[in-house]
T-cell receptor
Framework: GENVEQHPSTLSVQEGDSAVIKCTYS??????FPWYKQELGKRPQLIID?????GEKKDQRIAVTLNKTAKHFSLHITETQPEDSAVYFC???????????FGSGTRLQVQP | DARVTQTPRHKVTEMGQEVTMRCQPI?????VFWYRQTMMQGLELLAY????????DSGMPKDRFSAEMPDATLATLKIQPSEPRDSAVYFC?????????????FGEGSRLTVL
């Protein structure tokens, strides 16, 4: 089955800096790659996703890039703010398997 | 604002006791997932159902865990007997899946502590 690895496990940045979180996946057939944000004590919520037919997607300060050849994808957050502090999970899904395999999470701390 | 509802939110129990967690998915969603979250394992898939049929429960310890979906508005996850290593937050999520996966909507989670 699919295996997703996520790095780094913790990331601390100054407010206004950029943050990058990287994930690799094992199954070349995977075609859907979402990112979820989980604030402390809350539920995970989708913030952005990308499908394998595109290489990049942006939504205001967040963007996701996908490199199918290398089987990795990344989350980019620009102009970070304290409210971006949370745990971020990447995930991947193989076609025909209607469930997500999640990475181990990255705890992002934005220092004011 | 449609949400996935989970009960109980918190449960403290003694080792060996039975624990049942319940989930009401968002009306109209056809797929329901159970994930377990621990500090060490992240979000671990336990089981999921599509149109109430179990599709995969390979992530569950079969000897003590069972998952069912008796109707479209209720999914249950049962642990019997519970053990301290089962202490975790259990999330239910629902979504609308066709040929692939879409957005998952998570409940608030059930925090289980087994003493």
């Amino acid at each position: 089955g699919e295996n997703v690895e996520q790095h780094p496990s913790t990331l601390s940045v100054q407010e206004g800096d950029s943050a990058v979180i990287k994930c690799t996946y094992s199954d070349s057939a995977s075609n859907y790659f979402p990112w979820y944000k989980q604030e402390l004590g809350k539920r995970p919520q989708l913030i952005i996703d990308i499908r394998s037919n595109v290489g990049e997607k942006k939504d205001q300060r967040i963007a996701v890039t996908l490199n199918k050849t290398a089987k990795h994808f990344s989350l980019h957050i620009t102009e970070t703010q304290p409210e971006d502090s949370a745990v971020y999970f990447c995930a991947a899904a193989e076609p025909g398997r209607r469930a997500l395999t999640f990475g181990s999470g990255t705890r992002l701390q934005v220092q004011p | 604002d449609a949400r996935v509802t989970q009960t109980p939110r918190h449960k403290v129990t003694e080792m060996g006791q039975e624990v049942t967690m319940r989930c009401q998915p968002i009306l109209g969603h056809n797929t329901v997932f159970w994930y377990r979250q621990t500090m060490m394992q992240g979000l671990e898939l336990l089981a999921y159902f599509r149109n109430r049929a179990p599709l995969d429960d390979s992530g569950m310890p079969k000897d003590r865990f069972s998952a069912e979906m008796p109707d479209a508005t209720l999914a249950t996850l049962k642990i019997q007997p519970s053990e301290p290593r089962d202490s975790a937050v259990y999330f239910c999520a629902s979504g609308l899946t066709g040929t692939g996966v879409g957005e998952l909507f998570f409940g608030e989670g059930s925090r289980l502590t087994v003493l």
